[in-house]
């Protein structure tokens, strides 16, 4: 369902540059600075204003999930630490005080 959505929305846009295209077949020149210059039609424009805010707006998007599964990542990761030294000095207390001796793994 949400590809066919994107494929919508890109069918819309393509059929409005391919309207506004028609309507407007004027140029406009966007001057870069000195003698460079840049002519193209108002629906070149519009087009990439368009695809130019979509990539913003994915870099954005992007980085925001980037630093939100890390956060969760630290959070859990430390909730993990947190959780289990609290855990293991109760049960190692509990068995000193039953008086009985420490067992280790390595003998």
């Given amino acids: 369902m949400k590809y066919k959505l994107i494929f919508l929305v890109c069918f819309i846009f393509f059929?409005?540059?391919?309207?506004?295209?028609?309507?407007?077949?004027?140029?406009?020149?966007?001057?870069?600075?000195?003698?460079?210059?840049y002519e193209t039609s108002i629906a070149n424009w519009v087009a990439g204003a368009f695809i130019l805010g979509v990539i913003v707006?994915?870099?954005i998007s992007f980085v925001s999930d980037v630093h939100?599964?890390?956060?969760?990542?630290?959070?859990?990761k430390k909730e993990k630490r947190n959780g289990d030294a609290p855990e293991s000095f109760q049960k190692a207390k509990t068995e000193e005080l039953k008086g009985k001796p420490e067992v280790r793994d390595d003998q």
């Fill in 15 to 37: 059929l409005l540059f391919v309207y506004i295209s028609f309507l407007n077949p004027h140029t406009t020149k966007l001057y870069l600075g000195g003698d460079r210059s």
């Fill in 57 to 59: 707006a994915l870099i």
């Fill in 68 to 76: 939100r599964s890390l956060r969760g990542w630290r959070e859990s």
